[in-house]
T-cell receptor
């Protein structure tokens, strides 16, 4: 069965520190992979996506993610976190352009000042 | 605002009542998805439409749930005889044919007393 796993439920970082959120996937073939962010009372906003090609993808708000086939991972990174980045982050995958998204359980990011 | 809209944003109902939610996708988006998100979890797929055709339904969608997209534009999700376990955020997303990126609405939060 297709699945996406986010091992970290909650992460706390200091403002200005670097961030890495982990995501592992289990699909028969390379899936389409996404990172979404959800702030309280807000819908899901797409940060970035990977389909093929360059394994390092750039997204909005200074985020990037690296696809590693050997590790079945698609980790999200940011070099310097801002207090406004505090939110819930979801990794998701799909088989193709038409399929449903399968989400991980999310990682809640807390930023301390 | 040309994003995905959902109404109502909040719904409180008593157990056993019927409720209906509406989703207006981004215009010209052919595909429309419904997801359900419970506290501390990622969104889970319920069903999706391509134009007016309902192409896939999750086993989560019991016979008390029904979704329609009569003219291929807006969609409604109805829950009959609500149960406390139906309390969740119901999210709608839309996408363009051939493009995997899904755009999410703000959601409808349902509370069943």
């Amino acid at each position: 069965a297709q699945s996406v796993t986010q091992p970290d439920i909650h992460i706390t970082v200091s403002e200005g520190a670097s961030l890495e959120l982990r995501c592992n996937y289990s699909y028969g073939a390379t899936p389409y992979l996404f990172w979404y962010v959800q702030s309280p009372g807000q819908g899901l906003q797409l940060l970035l996506k990977y389909f093929s090609g360059d394994t390092l993808v750039q997204g909005i708000k200074g985020f990037e993610a690296e696809f590693k086939r050997s590790q079945s991972s698609f980790n999200l990174r940011k070099p310097s976190v801002h207090w406004s980045d505090a939110a819930e982050y979801f990794c998701a995958g799909s088989r193709d352009t038409a399929s449903k998204l399968t989400f991980g359980t999310g990682t809640r990011l807390q930023v301390t000042l | 605002d040309t994003g995905v809209s959902q109404n109502p944003r909040h719904k409180i109902t008593k157990r056993g009542q019927n409720v209906t939610f509406r989703c207006d996708p981004i215009s010209e988006h052919n595909r429309l998805y419904w997801y359900r998100q419970t506290l501390g979890q990622g969104p889970e797929f319920l069903t999706y439409f391509q134009n007016e055709a309902q192409l896939e339904k999750s086993r989560l969608l019991s016979d008390r749930f029904s979704a329609e997209r009569p003219k291929g534009s807006f969609s409604t999700l109805e829950i009959q005889r609500t149960e406390q376990g139906d309390s969740a955020m119901y999210l709608c997303a839309s996408s363009l044919l051939g493009v995997s990126e899904q755009f999410f609405g703000p959601g409808t939060r349902l509370t069943v007393l």
